[in-house]
């Protein structure tokens, strides 16, 4: 979902921010949903399995949105040091 969320960089235009929370919107805690809806269509052990995945994969997608939004949000420095500097701090 990350990687087709850029999908709505063109459609967003010159609203960078618009952009950044769009993309937000499509990436973030999709596994939630998923892993809710686990235990009642596949079973408990589904459900463990999908947590497993959830653990490396939570922090991976925290990444990209942070990276996301220190280059399109408002405010921000767009620059390398600037997105580095977001990642360190998670802002």
């Not at 087709?4 to 952009?19: E, H, K, N, V, Y």
């Not at 997608?61 to 977001?86: C, L």
Request: with cysteine; hydrophobic share 55%.
């Amino acid at each position: 979902m990350g990687a087709l969320g850029f999908l709505l960089l063109p459609i967003c235009g010159s609203q960078r921010s618009a952009f950044a929370s769009a993309h937000q919107s499509v990436t973030r805690w999709n596994a939630f949903v998923l892993l809710a809806a686990s235990e009642a269509m596949m079973g408990p052990e589904a459900t463990a399995l999908i947590a497993l995945i959830m653990g490396p994969a939570i922090p991976i997608v925290n990444v990209m949105i942070v990276w996301v939004h220190a280059r399109w949000g408002d405010g921000q420095n767009p620059s390398f040091m600037g997105i580095m500097r977001s990642l360190a701090t998670n802002r």
